[in-house]
């Protein structure tokens, strides 16, 4: 009995090492699977942000009347302030809520947008044979609420990482006024060189609903926007909505 008693024992304890061995081996990828959630350490990272744009408008949906009559380069701001608030669950993830003014400018070659006219519809006069201002701009500012979800790929060196942001805004006009310099006739004769400003947001739409997005790294990142609203009302202009691509700079 007693050979047979210690076979049987030695036989359990062969069986029990063996599983301890295989537990070992298989301790490192388990390990791995149940591993801590990381911590983040956010004492560097600001709740609030200066948010500033540098932008490049555009008109979508402009006839070609219009458009062949834009010039250039159609260059505006935009200033934020941003309160950011990370995920608990997640810091890698945050919201964030703000106040600010947006700007859009569009300038025109031999092209006057009369909006101090009474008539129903938006007059855009092409004057290419006619006196024309050198310089005509048409510019549009809101009084702003952007609101954004953002990402960042380590919440711990806001400065030194990837990030990324999808987000609306809200606006309402505060301000919208054309500005024509330098006026020339058909030859290109200057005939004075005074400033002539028109303020009326008559033909425009006052609320502004746009959806916004943004890529970077550090401080600066590349953003777009693009309007769900129309520029102007119903019925008074082509069915026109901005669009604006550029660089932002701030702590998102």
Same mark, same amino acid.
């Given at each position: 009995m007693q050979p047979t008693i210690f076979a049987a024992q030695e036989f359990i304890m062969r069986k029990i090492i063996v599983i301890l061995i295989a537990l070992t081996a298989a301790l490192p990828s388990f390990s791995q699977e149940v591993k801590k959630k990381k911590v983040y350490d956010l004492t560097n990272r600001a709740a609030d942000h200066f948010v500033v744009q540098f932008a490049l408008n555009n008109w979508q949906g402009a006839p070609d009347s219009i458009s062949s009559h834009i010039k250039g380069f159609q260059k505006s701001a935009n200033v934020y302030?941003?309160?950011?608030? @990370?995920?608990?669950?997640? @810091?890698?993830? $945050?919201?964030?809520?703000?106040l600010g003014v947006g700007t859009t400018n569009i300038y025109f070659k031999k092209m006057i947008v009369d909006i101090g006219s009474t008539s129903i519809k938006l007059p855009f006069r092409a004057v290419d044979n006619l006196d024309n201002y050198?310089? #005509?701009?048409?510019?549009?500012? #809101?009084? /702003?609420? @952007?609101?954004?979800?953002?990402?960042?790929?380590?919440? $711990?060196? @806001?400065?030194?990482?990837?990030?990324?942001a999808l987000g609306i805004k809200f606006g309402t006009l505060v301000n919208a006024h054309s500005k024509g310099k330098?006026?020339?006739?058909?030859?290109?004769?200057?005939?004075?060189?005074?400033? +002539?400003? /028109?303020? $009326?947001?008559?033909?425009?739409?006052?609320t502004r609903l746009a959806a916004t997005a943004r890529v970077g790294y550090g401080n600066f990142s590349l953003f777009g926007a693009y309007?769900?609203?129309?520029?102007?009302?119903?019925g +008074?202009?082509?069915?026109?909505?901005?669009?604006?691509i550029g660089l932002t700079f701030s702590g998102l």
């Open positions: 302030v941003m309160l950011d608030k @990370p995920f608990k669950a997640n @810091p890698r993830f $945050s919201i964030a809520a703000g050198k310089k #005509f701009k048409l510019t549009a500012a #809101f009084l /702003e609420v @952007p609101l954004e979800l953002r990402f960042s790929s380590d919440p $711990s060196n @806001p400065n030194k990482t990837f990030k990324a330098i006026l020339r006739n058909a030859a290109g004769t200057v005939l004075n060189s005074k400033t +002539v400003k /028109e303020n $009326s947001k008559s033909y425009f739409n006052t309007s769900l609203t129309g520029i102007f009302k119903d +008074v202009a082509p069915d026109i909505k901005g669009m604006q």
